[in-house]
């Protein structure tokens, strides 16, 4: 079972660095996802994530108090913007543009919701 709970560690990691560079893959979610896997199969790989100096203060303020940092938050509430006026430009139907405003907006009330790290 370690060995299921390490690949899924490294999967979400991996998802995670590279929504580093593609804004619409959330990155703090797969490192969220990959800290849980690594504390169920590496304690080792579990530290080095958590202790990151880059990767390691979103898992740190989540842990602590569900936080997310004021910059993160201005950021997910951007790229979401972008995104729907993405949808409207490429002439997505009303109903799937209907759907994903509603989505976005949940995804943003939740995000603003947390208290700021």
């Known amino acids: 079972?370690?060995?299921f709970w390490a690949f899924c560690g490294f999967a979400a990691l991996?998802?995670?660095?590279?929504?580093i560079f593609l804004p619409l893959l959330p990155t703090v979610p797969f490192l969220l996802?990959?800290?849980?896997?690594?504390?169920?199969s590496s304690e080792r790989m579990h530290l080095w994530l958590t202790t990151?100096?880059?990767l390691g203060p979103p898992i740190r303020d989540w842990q602590a108090s569900g936080a997310i940092s004021l910059r993160a938050k201005r950021?997910?509430?951007?790229?979401?913007?972008?995104?729907?006026?993405?949808s409207i430009v490429l002439g997505v139907r009303p109903l799937?543009?209907?759907?994903?405003?509603?989505v976005l907006a949940c995804a943003a009330l939740f995000i603003w919701t947390r208290p700021s790290a």
């Open 96 to 102: 799937i543009l209907s759907i994903q405003a509603v």
């Open 1 to 3: 079972m370690r060995l």
């Open 75 to 86: 950021l997910a509430t951007a790229s979401m913007a972008v995104v729907l006026v993405l």
């Open 33 to 40: 996802l990959a800290a849980f896997c690594f504390a169920r």
């Open 52 to 54: 990151h100096p880059v």
């Open 14 to 19: 991996a998802l995670g660095l590279v929504g």
